[in-house]
């Protein structure tokens, strides 16, 4: 596979010069400017791109910006003079740049950048589809879970499906890869597979749990690890599933994970899972209404869960409520 590199820059001659550089390994499409850019990648499948910072009309970071929502997967590299540490940081962080070229550059760095970070997108790409390969493989037996799990417990019917919506769309607020997105939503539908280990008496006790009951359905985490652990390909869904009862104060469980230590995945699933589970009509009460669910979310933010999911979670739910389309339990 020979991979398509894109380079911008205003210079003809070090436009020239870049591709010089390239042209052996790799098909090199060239453009003056942020605008012709954009117009090279309508057309083409651009894999990476080396742009030049300081351009007229348009930045390279200006570029980068406008490539990121249409182009989630490219790889994006900048050539700058930049020496305040502080705005290269941001530059870096806003284009969402995978490394930064300092000048004057060498042509052997150079490629060897440009060839690690090809790496990084092939293995990204090879991710997706294996993520989308498994989704394929185990949705008759996703459904199947899922089906079982709404016949087994009647108060949460639809549960897996609201909950991974809500994880989706926080997911996307949070500019999550595609192959991150699959694996979330696969998180999402299996998060609670281990209740089909937790007997229905519990489940459909009328009354509060006792400590006691309460302590058996904490026990669902490990069990739906059990369930899934020895499928290699899902490692990355089985600790989303494991640790999305964790609190970002670490007085959660089963581990007592805190911070960013817990993984992202696990601290997406963990809001739209609360939020779910307060508006569901439970046994023993009713759901509550959306506005103060939502109030508590955002009480417990900093301490139960991660602000900067929260802030994503108040987001996409105003604009699901907004649009007429929030999924009521």
Known sequence: MTYNILVVDDEVSNLKLLKRTFRKDYNVFMAQG??????????????????????????GVEFL???????????????????DADALIKAINTGRVYRYIKKPWEPEELKNTVKRALESYQLNIDNQKLTMDLKELFSGTITAITEALDAKDKFTSGRSKRVTMYSMEIGKRLGLSDSELQELELAGLLHDIGMIGIPEAILNKEEELTREEYNIIKTHSPKGVKILENIKQLENVVV?????????????YPEGLQGEGIP?????????????????DRPYRKGMDHEIATSIIEKD?????????????????????????????
């Open 65 to 83: 910006e406008k490539t990121i929502e249409e182009y989630p997967d490219t790889i994006r590299l900048i050539i700058t003079g930049y020496t």
């Open 34 to 59: 942020g605008e012709e850019g954009l117009e090279i990648m309508r057309n083409n499948k651009i894999d990476l791109i080396i742009t030049d910072q300081r351009m007229p009309g348009m930045t």
């Open 240 to 252: 989303m599933i494991k640790f999305h009862h964790e609190r970002f104060d670490g007085k959660g």
């Open 264 to 280: 992202l995945g696990a601290r997406i699933i963990a809001v739209a899972d609360a939020y779910d589970g307060m508006v569901s």
């Open 301 to 329: 933010s900093g301490t139960h869960f991660d602000p900067i999911v929260v802030q994503a979670f108040v987001d996409i739910i105003e604009d699901i409520k907004s649009k007429g389309s929030l999924i009521e339990a």
